[in-house]
Every structure is written in structure tokens, then in C-alpha cells.
């Protein structure tokens, strides 16, 4: 069946600098997609989501980028804080409703 | 505005037994969703209830159930546990509004189940 993946389990990073987390999916269909954030002991939280329609969307420190063409979706962190330490999950919603996630990435900001 | 609730938040249980979870969504959302997550498979899709009605359902076997009643709150009972039902059982909630094509789920904390 269709899939969302991430490319990197783990990602460190010194606090202050940008971070970059990836995701791919493989449904050419999904028209919306959305950015979890879920601290340990905690259940996922809403962070950012685009559509397909766009290319890009901006948060607060934080920014998704959506590419079709390679089936590539990417959020950014600005300026990552030790309080961003948490494992991030892509997902998406291929129009069936039944939303697809990403295995997840832990990110680990180094003070 | 209280976030998602799930009760308990942990539970031990051996095999054979049956479970019952529950969940009490945001006020006024009227979509309740089910997911399990487990450090193998990830999170996954058990099901959706809207207006007390099952409108999704994932790839899980039929000892998985649920039902959501008048007031949104929804359960859901696992049957026959085994070992492998181990997880966190997350809920989620969102308004669902009519006309809408897409929605924003707002999860709970979880239920951390234990099959021994």
C-alpha cells in the first residue's frame, strides 16, 4: 500500500542552529499534509500543515516546504531550542480520510 | 478549552483478557480517532467514529471495537489480548465540519497498555 517515510531516524543538532527534517511520501493523490511534534510521554501535537495546492507555509520558527515532483515534503526549525527535542512525524491524507504517518524522526538539540 | 483526556493512562493486563479505554474529546468536536503506536509499526489507524457511527476502520482485526456515544466521548475494547497489543493507544478529536476536506486532530496523552 501506499507509504510515508522518512529519510533520517535521528537527527542532532547544537542549539541555535537551524534543522531540517524530511519526509517523503509515495501517494501522488494526498492533498494535505501535516507536521506532529510528540514529546516523550506525551501524544503527538499539531505543529504546521500545508495543501497541495501550495509550495510553502510559515509558522512560528518553523516552515514546511512541499515538493510534488519528487513526492518530498521538509520542515524547518529556525533557531532550534533544547525545548524542541522531540520525535517529529509527517502525515498525510490521501483523500480516503484514513490519515498515513511517518515512522518519525527524533531530533536532539545539544545545549 | 481542556485538550483530549484518556483514561486510564496506564494499564497492565495478561493475555486473554479484554480491555476498555476511553476517551473524552475536545467540546464541540464531534470526530473521535483511535491509533496505536508501537516503536515497530509506528502509529497506525484503528478507526474513526463521527455522531456515534463508525465511519473509517484501519487493517486491525475485528477483537479491536469501538463506539462513541451521544456526547463524543468513545471507548474502545480490545478483546483477547496478546502479547503483541502492547502500545500506546492514542485518541484523537476534530471538529469535522461539514463541507470541510480537511480537519486538524488534536490527540490525547494515551493509554500505555501492558500485555504480560
Known amino acids: 500500500g501506499e507509504s510515508v517515510g522518512l529519510h533520517l531516524p535521528t537527527l542532532s543538532v547544537q542549539e541555535g542552529d537551524n534543522s531540517i527534517i524530511n519526509c517523503a511520501y509515495s501517494?501522488?493523490?494526498?492533498?494535505?499534509f501535516i507536521w506532529y511534534k510528540q514529546e516523550s510521554g506525551k501524544g503527538p501535537q499539531f505543529i504546521i500543515d500545508?495543501?497541495?495546492?501550495?509550495d510553502k507555509r510559515q509558522g512560528q520558527r518553523v516552515t514546511v516546504l512541499l515538493n510534488k515532483t519528487v513526492k518530498h515534503l521538509s520542515l524547518q526549525i529556525a533557531a532550534t531550542q533544547p525545548g524542541d527535542s522531540a520525535v517529529y512525524f509527517c502525515a498525510e491524507n490521501g483523500g480516503s480520510y484514513i490519515p498515513t504517518f511517518g515512522r518519525g524522526t527524533s531530533l536532539i538539540v545539544h545545549p | 478549552k481542556a485538550g483530549v483526556t484518556q483514561t486510564p493512562r496506564y494499564l497492565i493486563k495478561t493475555r486473554g483478557q479484554q480491555v476498555t479505554l476511553s476517551c473524552s474529546p475536545i467540546?464541540?468536536?464531534?470526530?473521535v480517532s483511535w491509533y496505536q503506536q508501537t516503536p515497530g509499526q509506528g502509529l497506525q489507524f484503528l478507526f474513526e467514529?463521527?455522531?456515534?457511527?463508525?465511519?473509517n476502520k484501519g487493517n486491525f482485526p475485528g477483537r479491536f471495537s469501538g463506539r462513541q456515544f451521544s456526547n463524543s466521548r468513545s471507548e474502545m475494547n480490545v478483546s483477547t489480548l496478546e502479547l503483541g497489543d502492547s502500545a500506546l493507544y492514542l485518541c484523537a478529536s476534530s471538529l469535522k465540519l461539514a463541507g470541510a476536506d480537511t480537519d486538524t486532530q488534536y490527540f490525547g496523552p494515551g493509554t500505555r497498555l501492558t500485555v504480560l
Open positions: 467540546s464541540g468536536h464531534r470526530s
Open positions: 500545508i495543501r497541495s495546492n501550495m
Open positions: 501517494n501522488s493523490a494526498s492533498d494535505y
Open positions: 467514529y463521527f455522531s456515534e457511527t463508525q465511519r
